[in-house]
């Protein structure tokens, strides 16, 4: 899969929270993740455990991700992988936790773009934004929706952030 993503500190998350309803995001719920990462030679690895707040479901699966560090809104790629595929790709993987992460990530959705409202344990409160291309999506058209709800959120954001949690 195919990602434009955009992050940064969020200073007010009660007025993010009125830009989602204004710009017409749904709210989709809450989520409480984990995070620990792996070292891997390229990209990033890191094994999700999920709970849905509301209803207790869990999901437990592995991400790897791969895209640029800095601040601007950047293409990211990235697969979700159970424990065979992780054992597959990286057959001599210790899987050593390197950094763990925990977070409350309220999720809102318009059209193909997922807000991320998180309080990240230890580091506080960020924003993120995951334009989503799929099959089918316009890339460009992808970017350019991701860049006008920038635009919409800017008044809650703070400084940009250009690499994931487990590098702050």
Same mark, same amino acid.
């Given at each position: 899969?195919?990602? /434009? ?7 007010? /998350? +009660?007025?993010?929270?009125? /830009? ?10 809450? !989520? @409480?993740?984990? =995070? ?7 990209? %990033?690895?890191? +094994?999700?455990? $999920? ?11 592995? /991400? *790897?991700? =791969? ?13 979700? &992988?159970? =424990?065979?595929?992780? #054992?597959? %790709? *990286? ?24 807000? +991320? @409202?998180?309080?990240? #344990?230890? &580091?506080?409160?960020?924003? $993120? !934004? ?19 709800? @920038?635009?919409?959120?800017?008044? #809650? @954001?703070? $400084? ?9």
């Amino acid at each position: 899969m195919k990602n /434009i993503e955009f992050k940064a500190e969020l200073r007010n /998350i +009660h007025l993010a929270r009125s /830009i989602c309803m204004v710009v017409g995001a749904r709210a989709l719920g809450v !989520l @409480l993740q984990t =995070d620990e990462y792996v070292d891997v030679p390229e990209g %990033r690895l890191k +094994h999700r455990v $999920e709970r849905i707040e509301d209803t207790g479901e869990t999901r437990e699966d592995w /991400i *790897w991700y =791969d895209r640029p560090d800095r601040t601007a809104a950047r293409a990211t790629t990235w697969t979700r &992988l159970d =424990d065979r595929q992780v #054992a597959v %790709r *990286w057959p001599t993987l210790e899987r050593r936790v390197s950094r763990t992460i925990v977070k409350r990530r309220e999720l809102w959705k318009f059209e193909n773009v997922r807000v +991320h @409202l998180d309080a990240v #344990a230890g &580091l506080g409160n960020y924003f $993120e !934004l995951e334009g989503v291309v799929g099959m089918g999506d316009d890339p460009a058209a992808t970017r350019a929706r991701v860049g006008r709800m @920038l635009d919409q959120f800017r008044p #809650a @954001l703070g $400084e940009p952030v250009s690499g994931s949690y487990a590098d702050l």
